[in-house]
């Protein structure tokens, strides 16, 4: 199909054809991860060129740069097609995952369509990167040759590990080890070697030992350099070798030939021999493997060889990095006639004004007709991550909540199309006029056609409680293309889609089935019941965003707009979270200064048309006990036939974040849950087995509820009865703490005694709720209260001689360096500290100017410390517009949020102790004088 420039190598209707076909072999997803300027999307470009530009193009059509204008950060930045929103363009980084399908060709020219997930590399959107991660078969993580691994690089590895998917390594911008850093080859040679090295411990660390190696020679590892245009692995470089020598000898039958530089006997005989296929000896172009001149074997060590005529260069060097010397030699530094000589002895005919152009257009054309399409990548791809169809059965024990050996289970570990549909949606992209959205996702089993009626189930849905379901219909099926989509009649199980018309009822993931009779979740029985696909988590960027943003229109009657602005910012964002607070102010919780700006971009402009004020940015906090309660706290009934006492204290250290991983669940039977806090923690036997909830949220709370009452003093079964609403009242307690009204972390609190009423009517959940409330506050304050608030992992990357110059700019911020070490083979070193998020605002912009630019700043929320200071001081005096010396920082903090939701400026005793409670306080108190 050519309209006019866009000419296109493959039909739209052949790729279509290729998605709806019965087998899956042909189809592979990938999701394309890495740190931030990798070349992702640059390489994204790279492969989506080859399959709309022919390799023996001329002039305008020679490239999708010369087409398309060259858009992008600046001249010489590429179109970057995968960068679909203005602000992507505009900012010259991805803030979205963006996925792209493509018809690919691998070596041996058979067509595969790949759907390449292009995910941004800004450790503040790790979370696009764990939604594509959700929905992929496989990851192709993409490192720099030169910085190596980065923050998000570790961030991405491991969240692809966790979830289990085949890994293939992509070592991208390998041209700046020659242009930029200037190596030699051998140098060169090491510093890859090193890359990858380093990215082999670190998924050997990660996955304790369950991963291969990355090795160039097993063919899990391309090269490449978006900018210039080419990408091989060990094996398509050998293939053009060998085909090289077929052209030799058709030539020329008894003299010597020069092959790229390399001197090759004529004759059958060939220079690495006819009986060398191009797997056995791509096997020897890494590693310690060398050539020798004279008998024309290989040897593992240079002095084997025959070094009269110089030394020998290992296999790697002389085939590989000097001929790509040459070649950038011949671009960069020669004449236009020397250049076309030493370019057509490789079989590179360029025309003159392609070898008169500028540097990058004449080196890509170069490579374009050396390497010819990037089919390495395609073949790493295809054979490293399974189809569709074999990848179904893990990724279905992966993702699916509910039991494995129940009908729709099994169909989805088949991929069978001939079951009811089901499909994971991990992602909504919003329409250009931000009104609508699409949904996302693999389709596990069935066909899905537009026009069908299908139930979306959301996040809360289970089979017991479906109040999260709603029927919708789907208006159209199609394929992602980047920019554009193509829309289809049908798709089967094994495709990467995007849904129209389903999206008003999605708040972040859903699982959507079909809504026909005999669908899954249709049949009474509960065995066959359909369940959900689990929510995103992202462990590697704390689980949650805890920068808060306080909105409001600037134009009041303009509220319904906002809030509907907001509802569409949940959606698009996946960590992005809203609240609103009892004083009636609207909150944006995300996960760094870029991320909130984008969020902002977006209200403002994308989802609702309005003017939006808003407050100085600040943090969410923790409550948290330091000591045990310093006596026992017990509350009554309004009734006054109930009363309950409790004591506070702090967790072991380390639970809290095992509770909050979900390392730990309450169905787990009595012994094993017993043995695990026994072993681990090595709480008695008694204690271990009477943990009765967590808070605030039931599955991953981090506050524990035991009862540590007596059968002999407490009747159990009457305390049983009441169970669930003393752990209701708990978990309101927690999500809702004392001080200021932020969620409980890391606290166990103990039930002492319960005086229970006899008749149920008297100690109902009215009744109890409230009052197990109020003895967890009173237990909370009694026992030393602290507040806890966010630390950034902080990765910087700048010239050896700032670093010194740094640490005071961290010093003034509470934060401190804890490494810095220099990046191997490169002028830059790489500094990790910690820093207070609260501490944290313009922390950027101050590295940047103070450094003029050298230094690049990462940040990821990490975890919770104890703020300096106790938060109950009433003797500290606030001074306005001076900064407090950091004992007073809790008191400051507690002081400011209590203000800003509306709250008394002090904590008050009464409202959380019975007058019982305080008679005894003042008591105790006249007893210590």
């Not at 995103?536 to 920068?547: H, N, S």
């Amino acid at each position: 199909g050519g309209e006019g420039t866009d000419d296109h190598i493959v039909s739209e209707q052949y790729v279509t054809a290729l998605l709806g076909n019965d087998t899956t072999l042909t189809r592979r997803g990938v999701a394309l991860i890495g740190h931030l300027h990798a070349g992702k999307t640059t390489f994204v470009d790279l492969l989506l060129e080859q399959t709309k530009v022919k390799t023996d193009a001329f002039g305008e059509r020679a490239s999708m740069e010369s087409q398309s204008g060259g858009g992008g950060a600046g001249a010489g930045a590429g179109p970057r097609i995968t960068d679909t929103l203005v602000s992507e363009q505009s900012r010259g980084l991805s803030t979205k995952s963006t996925p792209i399908t493509l018809c690919l060709p691998d070596t041996r020219g058979k067509s595969y369509a790949v759907t390449v997930v292009d995910c941004p590399g800004h450790p503040n959107f790790h979370d696009e990167s764990a939604a594509a991660l959700k929905c992929a078969d496989g990851a192709v993580l993409a490192v720099d040759a030169v910085d190596g691994i980065m923050m998000s690089t570790e961030m991405v590895l491991t969240q692809a590990i966790s979830e289990g998917l085949p890994l293939t390594l992509l070592i991208t911008k390998v041209d700046r080890l020659l242009v930029e850093l200037k190596l030699p080859p051998d140098d060169a040679y090491y510093k890859l070697r090193r890359i990858i090295g380093e990215v082999n411990a670190l998924v050997r660390q990660r996955s304790r030992g369950r991963y291969p190696n990355f090795d160039p020679a097993m063919g899990n590892v391309a090269f490449a350099s978006g900018t210039h245009g080419w990408c091989f692995t060990l094996e398509s470089f050998a293939n053009q070798y060998l085909d090289h020598l077929d052209e030799v000898d058709s030539d020329d039958e008894e003299n010597e030939e020069v092959v790229n530089g390399i001197r090759v006997a004529g004759g059958t005989s060939g220079g690495l021999g006819r009986n060398l296929s191009p797997e056995t000896f791509a096997a020897r172009l890494w590693g310690d493997c060398y050539l020798d001149p004279a008998t024309r074997t290989f040897q593992t060590k240079a002095s084997k060889c025959d070094n009269s005529a110089g030394t020998v260069k290992r296999t790697f060097v002389a085939f590989i990095l000097e001929p790509l010397y040459k070649m950038y030699a011949a671009c960069l530094g020669e004449e236009e006639g020397d250049a076309e000589k030493t370019l057509r002895s490789v079989g590179v005919l360029l025309s003159r004004d392609q070898l008169r152009s500028s540097a990058r257009p004449l080196l890509r054309a170069a490579f374009r007709r050396f390497f010819g399409p990037s089919t390495g990548f395609v073949d790493m791809v295809v054979r490293h991550v399974p189809s569709p169809a074999a990848a179904s059965k893990g990724k279905v024990a992966r993702c699916y909540t509910g039991p494995l050996d129940s009908a729709p289970a099994k169909a989805m570990a088949k991929c069978d199309p001939r079951a009811p549909f089901v499909m994971h949606c991990v992602k909504l992209y919003a329409a250009t006029d931000g009104q609508s959205f699409s949904a996302f996702g693999r389709i596990y089993s069935g066909v899905i056609k537009p026009g069908d009626r299908v139930k979306v189930l959301g996040e809360a849905y289970s089979p017991d409680d479906d109040e999260d379901m709603a029927l919708a219909t789907v208006s159209a099926v199609s394929i992602p293309r980047g920019r554009r989509r193509t829309d289809v009649s049908m798709a089967r199980a094994g495709n990467w889609v995007m849904l129209d018309g389903i999206d008003a009822n999605i708040a972040k993931t859903a699982t959507i089935v079909s809504a026909d009779s005999g669908a899954f979740g249709d049949s009474p029985d509960e065995e066959d019941g359909m369940q959900i696909f689990a929510p995103l988590k992202f462990p590697q960027a704390g689980g949650e965003a805890i920068m808060k943003l306080a909105v409001e229109p600037l134009n009041p009657s303009e509220l319904p707009k906002m809030v509907e602005g907001l509802r569409r910012i949940t959606k698009s964002y996946p960590m992005a979270r809203t609240r609103v607070e009892e004083s009636g102010e609207h909150v944006l919780f995300g996960t760094g200064e870029l991320y909130l700006d984008c969020v902002m971009h977006d209200l403002r402009h994308v989802f609702s048309d309005i003017e939006v004020k808003v407050a100085d940015p600040v943090v969410a906090f923790r409550e948290t006990v330091v000591e045990t309660s310093s006596l026992k706290c017990f509350a009554e009934t309004a009734n006054k036939r109930n009363k309950l006492t409790m004591i506070a204290e702090p967790l072991d250290d380390g639970l809290a974040e095992q509770l909050e991983a979900g390392k730990v669940n309450l169905n787990w039977d009595k012994k094993k849950l017993g043995r695990f806090f026994q072993t681990k923690y090595e709480w008695d036997l008694l204690s271990s087995r009477s943990v009765w909830a967590f808070g605030s949220s039931p599955t991953h709370g981090t506050n524990i509820l035991m009862d540590d009452t007596l059968p002999s003093e407490v009747d159990k079964s009457t305390l049983n009865m009441c169970k669930s609403s003393i752990v209701q009242g708990f978990q309101w307690a927690t999500r809702e703490g004392p001080l200021c009204e932020e969620p409980v972390r890391s606290t166990k609190l103990k039930i002492l005694d319960a005086v229970l009423a006899d008749k149920p009517i008297h100690r109902g959940g009215g009744q109890v709720i409230p009052t197990a409330r109020k003895t967890v506050h009173s237990s909370l304050l009694t026992a030393t209260p602290r507040l806890m608030e966010p630390v950034y992992r902080v990765q910087m990357q700048c010239p050896g001689e700032i670093v010194d110059a740094i640490q005071p700019v961290l010093a003034k911020r509470r934060g401190h360096i804890v490494q810095d070490k220099p990046i191997p083979g490169s002028p830059l070193y790489s500094v990790k500290a910690f820093l207070p998020v609260i501490d944290s605002f313009g922390f950027e912009t101050d590295i940047r100017t103070f450094t003029q630019g050298q230094a690049m700043v990462y940040s990821v929320f990490d975890h919770w410390a104890v703020v300096p200071g106790d938060p109950m001081d009433r003797s500290i005096v606030l001074h306005p517009l001076e900064p407090s010396p950091p004992q007073h920082l809790a008191r400051e903090f507690l002081v400011k949020t209590r203000r800003r939701k509306g709250l008394s400026e002090d904590v008050t005793i009464t409202k959380f102790f019975d007058q019982a409670m305080r008679d005894q306080l003042a008591e105790d108190a006249m007893h210590d004088f």
